[in-house]
């Protein structure tokens, strides 16, 4: 997926504090107390079954917008915006479906591509393609900067996480131009049942005006 696309789609919360990261061993290798940080992070991902949160979305351009997202792992994600953002993005179990209602305009994108595409893998493992940059530390919240191995001039993504209990509860999207988009996750479900149709999108969901299925005032 074009980064520009996954900046409109997610976001996390700027930090107002500057913090020094770890860096890895020229071998590749982390200290022990890095290493078990990034094992407890993977452990957390691939524990999780159904997810459920609201998220507010910001840029560093100024936009502002708030939305629902749901996961079902592996492979099913529904990120929705409440109004007036028209914008829509669904993984049916064989792609990703991006719908941008504005325009009328829907796209498809392999399971492979984009920066988070580790959310909807069979195993979350940070030794692969989406491989950790470095670590960072502050008042209870764990950073972790993933970037892609194989282009990491594209850009990064900062995964922020709540350590007691651990839950990720926000995220930070950096392109290759130094644009931010971030987000703060929160009212989080774990557990849930979620129905099918969440993770569907037909041409029904394109032109029907309620396809919206989040809480919204």
């Known amino acids: 997926m074009p980064w520009g696309i996954t900046m409109r789609l997610l976001f996390c919360l700027l930090l107002s504090f500057v913090m020094v990261p770890s860096i890895a061993h020229s071998d590749g290798g982390w200290p022990a107390g890095d290493q078990a940080d990034i094992d407890k992070v993977e452990a ?18 100024g936009g502002y917008s708030e939305g629902w997202l749901w996961l079902q792992r592996p492979r099913f994600l529904r990120v929705e915006y409440a109004p007036p953002n028209d914008l829509l993005l669904v993984a049916d179990g064989n792609f990703l479906i991006f719908f941008d209602r504005d325009i009328d305009q829907v796209s498809q994108f392999a399971y492979n591509t984009g920066p988070f595409r580790f959310l909807l893998s069979e195993e979350v493992d940070f030794s692969q393609d989406m491989i950790v940059n470095a670590i960072e530390r502050r008042a209870g919240l764990l950073r972790i900067k993933l970037v892609d191995e194989s282009d990491p001039g594209q850009g990064t993504v900062t995964l922020v996480f709540e350590e007691t209990p651990m839950r990720l509860v926000k995220w930070e999207v950096t392109d290759a ?9 929160y009212g989080h479900s774990f557990g849930l049942p979620l129905e099918r149709k969440l993770f569907r999108f037909t041409g029904h969901d394109r032109i029907r005006r309620d396809y919206r299925y989040g809480e919204y005032e």
């Open 44 to 61: 957390f991902l691939n524990g999780i079954d159904t997810y459920r949160a609201r998220f507010i979305q910001t840029s560093s351009g």
């Open 177 to 185: 131009e130094t644009k931010v988009t971030r987000v703060t996750l």
